[in-house]
């Protein structure tokens, strides 16, 4: 088995901080156009960060490991 250095994982922090900046900045999904499916914008972009989270998430995982 390999051993990594612990720099070599420094890019998947950067990947778990994309959820927070996507949610956090408020002005760039406060809007009601779009609609997909009936839902604002606003609704559905929020809806949208749940499973690729996840998918972040189990990137981040995998790498660690």
């Given amino acids: 088995m390999e051993t990594r250095k612990k720099g070599d994982?420094?890019?998947i922090w950067?990947?778990?901080l994309?959820?927070?900046i996507g949610?956090?900045?408020l002005p760039f999904?406060?809007?009601a156009q779009p609609e997909w499916f009936g839902f604002?914008?606003?609704y559905w972009y929020?809806?949208?960060w749940v499973p690729?989270?996840?998918?972040?998430?189990f990137v981040a995982y995998r790498s660690m490991k």
């Fill in 9 to 11: 994982r420094g890019w």
């Fill in 14 to 16: 950067l990947l778990l």
């Fill in 18 to 20: 994309a959820p927070y």
């Fill in 23 to 25: 949610l956090l900045w």
């Fill in 29 to 31: 999904y406060n809007s």
């Fill in 40 to 42: 604002p914008f606003f």
């Fill in 46 to 48: 929020q809806f949208l």
């Fill in 52 to 57: 690729v989270t996840s998918l972040l998430l």
